[in-house]
């Protein structure tokens, strides 16, 4: 064979290779989820999410967690703020954040798909101390300024990480050594990217986000205990009046707000997943009184607990393996 020809088999074979199609995002999410759901991978820390019809308002609490919108629409609740987020987009919730949603746009044909990762502050915390003072500053019209939960475009970055991770899931070997990294790079594009400066906020020690987080945490674990606004803002070095603001600025709701939702969700997943009556939940999780602890979940989850209840038993749906 002559040098000549030998260079163009050559040529021949990367120009094949190069544009070999990749399929997008939206189309390896619903290549591995064919039914509606909320789908836990093999992959720790990684979901996936399928609608075909427009929902209901739903109530529950999000994570911190970024979330990417492939395919569809959704509009969240946030105490009074909403937020619509819709196909290629992203969402970062720094805290944990009791919310309302619902997908606004989807079909069977053109079903809403999503793609969710948890992120660690912890972890987030350790990039931002690599990346020392590279970042982006907060826009000054930022509309989601000072709050936990904010969206923005996707960026070809982290579509890119994104779609190279959920392929990762036909797989295995290679997902346990390359998608934490990828999970990790996820993290770092967004630090770098439009909300970067809102995640570095959060968990910057000095910053009042970072102090509203921390008080965040404590609700979480002792929402059942009566609240004492004094004694929070005394363990974050605060003044009553600037950890409500604060608070509010984050969560879009006062501390009692936030208190009453974390309980009443609480009181849903024991009364759904152990069994409990409606009176033994709503002691567990802090309530004097079962009347109104029955009036306060009507008005949250739009059913008393027992009808609520057995509605979501009725429509629940398994989680499987993606």
Do not use: W
């Amino acid at each position: 064979m002559s040098t000549d020809t030998q260079t163009s088999s050559v040529q021949v074979l990367k120009a094949t290779v190069n544009d070999a199609p990749r399929p997008g995002l939206a189309d390896l999410v619903a290549a591995r989820v064919t039914e509606e759901g909320v789908y836990e991978t093999d992959i720790p820390g990684l979901d996936l999410f399928r609608v075909d019809a427009p929902t209901p308002c739903m109530s529950t609490v999000y994570e911190p967690s970024l979330c990417v919108i492939a395919q569809g629409s959704k509009s969240v609740e946030l105490g009074d703020r909403e937020i619509i987020y819709g196909p290629l987009t992203y969402v970062v919730s720094s805290v944990d954040l009791p919310v309302n949603g619902r997908v606004v746009d989807a079909t069977p044909e053109h079903p809403f798909l999503a793609v969710k990762i948890d992120i660690s502050p912890t972890d987030v915390a350790e990039i931002v101390m690599q990346l020392g003072d590279i970042g982006p500053e907060e826009p000054s019209n930022c509309p989601y300024s000072g709050c936990g939960l904010c969206v923005a475009q996707v960026d070809r970055g982290i579509l890119d990480a994104m779609t190279r991770l959920v392929a990762l899931l036909d797989s295995p070997t290679d997902a346990r050594m390359l998608a934490p990294l990828i999970q990790r790079e996820i993290v770092y594009r967004a630090l770098v990217g439009e909300m970067g400066a809102r995640m570095r906020e959060f968990v910057s020690a000095d910053s009042q986000s970072h102090r509203i987080a921390r008080v965040i945490s404590v609700l979480k674990d002792r929402f059942a205990e009566p609240l004492r606004v004094r004694e929070l803002a005394s363990d974050v070095n605060m003044s009553e009046s600037a950890l409500y603001h604060s608070f509010k600025q984050v969560t879009r709701m006062s501390p009692v707000q936030f208190q009453k939702k974390l309980r009443l969700h609480e009181a849903r997943r024991l009364m759904l997943s152990e069994g409990l009556e409606a009176a033994t939940a709503s002691y567990r999780v802090g309530y004097e009184s079962p009347s109104h602890f029955s009036r306060e979940y009507s008005r949250m989850f739009g059913a008393p607990p027992r009808a609520d209840v057995f509605k979501l038993r009725a429509e629940t749906r398994m989680t499987v393996p993606a």
